[in-house]
């Protein structure tokens, strides 16, 4: 089945200042590539997304980009303001094959915005 | 707007009793999932439901059942409660069938499960 790496685990950085978030993942049949923002005793709500068939995306000051060869894709946040603190969550469309069977999930990031 | 509701939002259980989760969403989706959530370990799905009718076992499937009671509620059965399966449970939804064609899952709040 497919394997979502995410790093880094923590992430600080002051505000104004960019974040990055990495994803690597396994199966080569992946085509759906989103990511979450889950704030604290929330549940996770999806911040942006992208497809195979497209190597970037980008929404005000949140983008994505994926790189299909390398099996990677990363969230890149500028501009970085207190409410972005929070655990980012990585997830890619589960193998091959038929089946409605929902997403694999990176283990998270939880991103700090120093003051 | 509601979206996916579940309840209880709480619970503490002693080990070996039982209780079931609900779970109800008023998009008219198709598919709902069962995830949970540990530290350290993101987020994994235990029971799918691609559409009214049918239910699949995800990654972590043992000590649970489900019953998609129709299009809107899905349910999660714990029959004999175990230390291990404290956690914190994620309903979600998705409009098709397959996640794969690039279809948003929607989560509910969480339910915050402890078993003693």
């Known amino acids: 089945g497919e394997n979502v790496e995410q790093h880094p685990s923590t992430l600080s950085v002051q505000e104004g200042d960019s974040a990055v978030i990495k994803c690597t993942y396994s199966d080569s049949a992946s085509n759906y590539f989103p990511w979450y923002k889950q704030e604290l005793g929330k549940g996770p709500q999806l911040i942006i997304d992208i497809r195979s068939n497209v190597g970037e995306k980008k929404d005000q000051r949140i983008a994505v980009t994926l790189n299909k060869t390398a099996k990677h894709f990363s969230l890149h946040i500028t501009e970085t303001q207190p409410e972005d603190s929070a655990v980012y969550f990585c997830a890619a469309s589960i193998g091959s094959g038929g089946g409605a069977d929902g997403l694999t999930f990176g283990k998270g990031t939880h991103l700090i915005i120093q003051p | 707007n509601a979206g996916v509701t579940q309840t209880p939002k709480f619970q503490v259980l002693k080990t070996g009793q039982s209780m079931t989760l609900q779970c109800a969403q008023d998009?008219?989706?198709?598919?709902m999932y069962w995830y949970r959530q540990d530290p350290g370990m993101g987020l994994r799905l235990i029971y799918y439901?691609?559409?009214?009718?049918?239910?699949d076992k995800g990654e972590v499937p043992n000590g649970y059942n489900v019953s998609r009671l129709n299009k809107r509620e899905f349910s999660l059965r714990l029959e004999s409660a175990a230390p291990s399966q404290t956690s914190v449970y994620f309903c979600a939804s998705s409009e098709a069938e397959q996640v794969k064609r690039g279809n948003t899952i929607y989560f509910g709040e969480g339910s915050w499960l402890t078993v003693v």
């Open positions: 439901s691609a559409s009214e009718g049918t239910t």
């Open positions: 998009m008219n989706h198709n598919s």
